[in-house]
């Protein structure tokens, strides 16, 4: 980068910071050791956070049963959905505008862009919050269920507040510093907040559990906003903000759509089963989601650290680069990936029986999502590329025609299979929206997902899609 970049301190967690070639994608080529030394950090906290909530799964459900974890289970549904509104699509273009502007040294922007989209999203968070409570009180829903949902759009509020300076971290090209206090502290402190509660003799409350996530969720906030600040370049601090609100928001509809959309098909099969199935069977099914949420790890890891990059390289214009870090990165998430799959489909009984009676009948479901999570692995997050590439022009309809699907399979296929209906229609419209963007890379950006690119050379993107001025 052109700005020189800030001064180590003592006990500095990973730094992905590249040293002078413009985030990785100028003439130094791409970092690999960076990268994969980045992105082991970060699977590394994905394994220790998904200990610690798999942990936390099984005392919950010990402690409230099928029942309250599906009323938990449907709260933290809640924060997921509202999460996505509140962020107003700002979370990518933070990512995406900070990894051009720092190499720039445009310390303007980069404290306007933070301001802006810090004031519009704790705003959006505080509204979604308000409105969602309400509602649940207007229609005059279970106190115990109205409860939850209240402590659950206070952890809706902490997390659209953790947003900003996470993303601004990510830019820099700092993710390891961005997801420690997300996936290092806050699950620990959650745990240790679960076994509190678990180990009491209060009874058994949904909300309290919630609550108990909110806390943690804060005291990691304070723990994020501490490293933002330590590692803002100085020509931030110096500089007097430049806010362009109009530019940014015509950028961050899209990806607020786009965001909905995916929400819905992340989501809808656990808000679909609350409605159609009872309690006691959403709680079953939600564990089953969680645990399938292991095979997705790897590739969870690597996005955040790559979706920085795929940003700066694309702006260096050189889409070899571009398409080898595209190949290279498929063929080893997915080969990370396959022996976590292969194992959640081998000891999906024994998974599901940790969490005590009731659990067992997700067991299906447990292997049709652990599948799925395969083909994800496959592919690769080429979501986060088209966004990254300023190319997400199309994959509003590829997540609304999906979304369509899954929304349909579930109504057909729950009320007669229950959670192995739901978990047939996720991995249905998993399957059909990786196709759809695989077609969608090749025609925007004539690069070639998978690890197969590896053997290809990037086409001419149709309509010149070349890298922004």
């Known amino acids: 980068m052109s700005e020189q970049p800030p001064a180590r301190r003592p006990g500095a967690v990973v730094s992905e910071q590249p040293p002078g070639g413009g985030g990785g994608g100028g003439g130094g080529g791409v970092p690999w050791r960076r990268i994969a030394s980045a992105s082991a950090f970060n699977f590394a906290l994905q ?9 936390v799964g099984v005392l919950l459900g010990r402690w409230l049963g099928p029942e309250g974890v599906g009323i938990y289970a449907l709260g933290f549904a809640a924060v997921n959905i509202g999460s996505v509104i509140a962020r107003l699509g700002l979370e990518a273009v933070v990512v995406r505008e900070i ?21 519009a999203t704790t705003a959006a968070a505080v509204a979604v919050g308000v409105i969602a409570v309400c509602a649940h009180v207007v229609a005059g829903a279970d106190p115990q269920l109205v409860r ?11 997390l659209t507040v953790s947003i900003v300076p996470a993303s601004a971290l990510r830019g820099l090209h700092h993710v390891a510093l961005a997801n420690l206090p997300l ?26 559990a919630m609550a108990s996530h909110t806390a943690s969720a804060a005291i990691a906030l304070i723990v994020l906003l501490g490293l933002t600040a330590a590692r803002l370049p100085a020509s931030v601090a110096a500089a007097t903000a430049r806010i362009e609100g109009r530019a940014w928001m015509a950028g961050a509809l899209p990806l ?22 009872d309690e006691a069977q959403t709680g079953a099914y939600s564990v089953s989601v969680q645990l399938a949420s292991f095979g997705l790890f ?6 955040v650290v790559l979706a920085p990059r795929f940003a700066a390289i694309h702006a260096s214009g050189d889409r070899s680069q571009l398409q080898r870090l595209l190949a290279i990165s498929s063929g080893a998430i997915l080969a990370a990936s396959v022996p976590v799959a292969l194992g959640l489909i081998g000891f999906a009984g024994p998974l599901l029986g940790m969490y005590g009676e009731g659990f067992g009948v997700g067991h299906t479901a447990l292997v049709i999502l652990a599948s799925a999570s395969l083909v994800n692995a496959a592919v690769g997050n080429i979501g986060h590329l088209l966004i990254m590439t300023r190319s997400e022009a199309g994959l509003n309809s590829v997540f609304a025609v999906t979304a369509l699907l899954n929304v349909g399979l579930n109504l057909a296929l729950i009320p007669r299979w229950g959670p192995t209906g739901a978990a047939a229609a996720t991995a249905t419209s998993t399957v059909a929206w990786n196709l759809a963007l695989i077609v969608l890379v090749r025609v925007r950006l004539g690069l070639y997902p998978t690890v197969l690119g590896v053997w290809v050379r990037p086409g001419a993107p149709p309509g010149g899609s070349g890298p922004p001025g």
């Open 47 to 55: 394994v220790f956070s998904a200990g610690a909530m798999l942990a």
């Open 99 to 119: 990894a051009v502007l720092a190499p720039r040294g445009d310390g303007a922007r980069i404290r306007g862009l933070l301001a802006f989209s810090a004031a």
């Open 148 to 158: 939850t949902q209240a402590a659950a759009m206070g952890l809706l509020l902490v």
């Open 183 to 208: 996936m290092g502290v806050r699950p620990a402190l959650f745990l240790a907040a679960v076994i509190a509660l678990s180990s009491s003799s209060r009874a058994p409350e949904p909300w309290l």
């Open 256 to 277: 607020l759509l786009l965001g909905g959309l995916g929400v819905i098909n992340r989501q809808t099969d656990i808000v679909m089963m609350g409605i159609l199935a």
């Open 298 to 303: 790897v590739i969870q890891a690597a996005n």
